[in-house]
C-alpha cells in the first residue's frame, strides 16, 4: 500500500490521525507527571509548582530510597542471573553436544507454555522449604528462571550466527572453549546479551504479583507494591499527589532504560524469538 | 513451536578416531559444565514447583501448619459459585479485551508500516505505555479514573456527559479495564504485527496492484491471509495474558461488583482462606486448560507452516 505516498491528502489525514494518536496516548503519562508537580498537593496548599508530593513520597513508610534499593537489588539479581546463565547455556546448545541436550532446550522452553501465576503458590511453598521466602534474592532468581526461555534461545541463535570458523581458529591457537568463549564469542554475541538483559530488567523493575506473594516483610517491599500500600492502605483516602510522583520514580528508570537501548528490544523481535 | 536444531558436529579430529573420541568427550563434558547452572534453575524452580502443585492439590494444605492427604476434596474449589463467577468474568474480560486490542493494534500496524518521515517517533510513542509497568500503568490510570481534574473527567464535562463512575460497576470497570490494556498493549502487539507485515514480500503487492486489485481487496485477500501467523501468535498472548489477568483488577477494584478473576481466586483461596491446597487445585485445572488452548493454537500455526 504504497500508492498514498505521493497523494497530498492522503498524507494529510495520515499525519492527523497519526497526531491525534500520538496525543492519546501521551497524554496519561504527561498529566500524571505535571500534576506530580503542579497543583495544590504538589505546591504545598497553593496553586503553582512544588515538590511536596517527593517530599510526602520519600517519607511515606520505610522510605523512597528503600524501596527503590529493593527493587534495584531485585532487578540485578534477574538480570545477572538470567544473562550469565543463559550465555553460557546458549554456547552449549548451541556448540556442544551432551546427554539431555535436547530435553533440557525443551523444558526450558516449556516454561513459557505454563502460565506463570499458577506456579507462584508452590513456588511460595518452596521458597519457604530453601528459606528463600520473604528475600529479595529468592524474588530474583524466580523472575531470572521465567525470564531463561526467551534468554535461551536468544543466545542460542546469537552463537549459532557467529562463524565456526572464528571458534576453530582461537581453539587452534590454543585456546580453550572457556578462554575461546572470553576473548573472542562473548564481543560477538554481546548485543544478543544486551537484549536478554533488556527484557530481563524490564519484567523484573516491575513486576507486581511474585513481590505480592513472596515478600512478606515492609522492609523488603518492591516499589510497585509499596505504590500498592500506598493506594490501598488508607481505606478512602488516597494521597493521590504522593502516588503520582510514585509512578512516576517507578516509570522513569524503565522507561528510560527502554528509550536508551531500544534498538536492542526491536532486535528481540526480529529475532523471531516470540514466534516461538 | 522451535524445533532445537540438530547438533553441530564436534570439531573434528585431526589424528584418528581415538583422538577424536577423547576430544569429543572432554567437549561434552565442558557442554555439560555450561549448560548445569540454568540446568539447575530450571529444575529447582519449574521442574519441581510443578510437581509440587500437583501433590499440593490433593492435600489438605493450610497456609501454616502441617500438611495431609485428602483425595479429591481441593478439587471441589471449582463448583464454587465465587469461582464460577470469575470463570464467567475472566471468559467475558478475555473476549472483550482481545477483540479490542486486536483491532487497535492492527489499524496502529497499518498506519505505522509506510515509510515516511516520522514514523519513528510515532512508532517509539506507541510503544512507549509497553515500558511502564502494568501496576504502574494500572495506578496511574487509577488517578485518571478518581480525579475530578483529570483528562478523562475533564472531556467528559467539555462534551456535557453524565459524569462517569469509571470503576463503580461490574461493566463500567471491565470497560474502563479493556481501556488501560489497550494503552498499555497496543504498541506492542503493534510490533508484533510490523515484524509479521514486514516479512510480506513486496511483489506480492504489486502483482496484486498490477491485476487491479483495490486497497480493501489487498488487505482482504492478500494481507490478512498471509499474516495469519502473526494474528494467531498475538491472539496466543491476549487470550493467555486476559485469562491470567490479576495485577489490574486486584489494584483498581479488589475484586469488587464481581469483577475477580480466576486468578484473584487463587489469591484469595491461598491468601485469605489460607488454604493453598484448594489454590493448588485451581492452578492446576488452569494450567491444563492453558496449556490446550496454547497446544491448539500453535498446532494450527504449524499446521499453516506445513501449507
Not at chain 1, 497530498?8 to 500524571?32: D, E, H, K, N, Q
Not at chain 1, 537484549?195 to 515478600?215: D, H
Not at chain 1, 509499596?226 to 494521597?239: E, M, W
Not at chain 2, 482482504?220 to 499474516?227: I, S, W
Request: aromatic share 10%; proline share 4%; hydrophobic share 50%.
Amino acid at each position: 500500500m504504497v500508492h498514498t505516498r505521493h497523494n497530498p491528502a492522503g498524507r494529510v489525514a495520515y499525519y492527523a490521525s497519526s497526531a491525534a494518536l500520538t496525543v492519546v496516548f501521551l497524554i496519561p503519562i504527561i498529566w500524571t507527571a505535571y500534576s506530580s508537580v503542579h497543583g495544590r498537593q504538589a505546591a504545598g496548599g497553593h496553586q503553582g509548582w512544588g515538590v511536596a508530593n517527593y517530599h510526602r513520597l520519600a517519607d511515606y513508610g520505610l522510605g523512597l530510597t528503600a524501596y527503590l534499593r529493593n527493587t534495584a537489588v531485585v532487578s540485578l539479581v534477574a538480570v545477572l542471573v538470567t544473562v550469565t546463565t543463559t550465555t553460557f547455556g546458549g554456547y552449549a546448545m548451541a556448540r556442544f553436544s551432551f546427554r539431555g541436550k535436547n530435553v533440557l532446550f525443551l523444558v526450558t522452553l516449556a516454561i513459557l507454555m505454563v502460565p506463570y501465576t499458577t506456579i507462584l503458590i508452590p513456588l511460595y511453598v518452596l521458597l519457604g522449604w530453601i528459606q528463600l521466602q520473604n528475600s529479595l534474592l529468592g524474588l530474583g532468581l524466580v523472575l531470572a528462571m521465567f525470564q531463561l526461555p526467551f534468554g535461551l534461545f536468544m543466545m542460542r541463535n546469537s552463537f549459532e550466527a557467529v562463524p565456526i570458523e572464528l571458534e576453530e581458529a582461537a581453539l587452534i591457537d590454543g585456546c580453550t572453549p572457556t578462554s575461546a568463549l572470553r576473548h573472542v564469542l562473548l564481543r560477538a554475541v554481546a548485543p544478543g546479551m544486551v537484549t536478554v538483559a533488556l527484557f530481563s530488567f524490564l519484567a523484573s523493575w516491575n513486576e507486581f504479583v511474585a513481590p505480592l506473594i513472596f515478600l512478606t516483610d515492609g522492609s523488603k517491599f518492591t516499589l510497585p507494591l509499596a505504590l500498592f500500600n500506598l493506594q490501598s492502605g488508607n481505606l478512602g483516602s488516597v494521597d493521590f499527589g504522593a502516588l503520582q510522583s510514585g509512578v512516576v520514580a517507578a516509570a522513569v528508570p524503565s522507561v528510560a532504560v527502554f528509550l536508551l537501548l531500544q534498538r536492542y528490544y526491536v532486535r528481540g523481535f526480529t529475532a523471531g524469538a516470540l514466534k516461538g | 513451536m522451535v524445533s532445537s536444531t540438530v547438533a553441530r558436529p564436534v570439531l573434528p579430529g585431526r589424528s584418528g578416531p581415538t583422538r577424536t573420541s577423547a576430544l569429543a568427550r572432554r567437549r561434552s563434558r565442558t557442554g555439560t559444565l555450561y549448560v548445569l547452572p540454568m540446568a539447575v534453575i530450571v529444575a529447582v524452580l519449574f521442574v519441581v514447583p510443578l510437581g509440587l502443585m500437583v501433590w499440593m492439590s490433593v492435600n489438605h494444605w493450610p497456609l501454616l501448619g502441617a500438611s495431609k492427604p485428602n483425595g479429591v476434596q481441593n478439587y471441589r474449589a471449582l463448583a464454587d459459585p465465587l469461582f464460577l463467577r470469575a470463570v464467567v468474568f475472566t471468559l467475558k474480560y478475555t473476549v472483550v479485551t482481545t477483540v479490542v486490542l486486536s483491532l487497535v493494534a492492527f489499524g496502529l500496524a497499518l498506519l505505522m508500516q509506510e515509510r515516511r518521515p516520522g514514523v519513528g517517533i510515532f512508532r517509539t510513542v506507541f510503544f512507549l505505555p509497553a515500558a511502564v509497568g502494568l501496576a504502574s500503568t494500572t495506578l496511574l490510570f487509577y488517578s485518571m479514573f478518581n480525579n475530578t481534574d483529570s483528562p478523562l473527567n475533564t472531556a467528559i464535562r467539555v462534551l456535557h456527559l453524565d459524569a462517569v463512575d469509571w470503576l463503580g460497576t461490574n461493566t463500567s470497570a471491565l470497560l474502563s479495564t479493556v481501556g488501560l490494556i489497550t494503552w498499555r498493549f497496543a504498541g506492542f502487539y503493534m510490533l508484533i504485527l510490523m515484524t509479521g507485515l514486514q516479512s510480506i514480500d513486496q511483489t506480492v503487492y504489486e502483482a496484486a496492484r498490477t491485476d487491479g486489485a483495490g486497497r480493501w481487496q489487498i488487505l482482504r485477500h492478500v494481507t490478512l491471509p498471509l499474516l495469519r501467523p502473526t494474528i494467531a501468535l498475538m491472539m496466543v498472548l491476549s487470550v493467555t495474558g486476559s485469562l491470567l489477568a490479576f495485577d489490574q483488577f486486584f489494584i483498581l477494584t479488589g475484586g469488587r461488583h464481581n469483577t475477580a478473576t480466576v486468578v484473584i481466586d487463587v489469591y484469595r483461596e491461598a491468601f485469605l482462606s489460607q488454604d493453598l491446597g484448594r489454590a493448588a487445585a485451581i492452578s492446576v485445572v488452569t494450567l491444563v486448560v492453558l496449556v490446550v488452548i496454547n497446544g491448539g493454537q500453535l498446532a494450527a500455526l504449524r499446521r499453516d507452516d506445513a501449507r
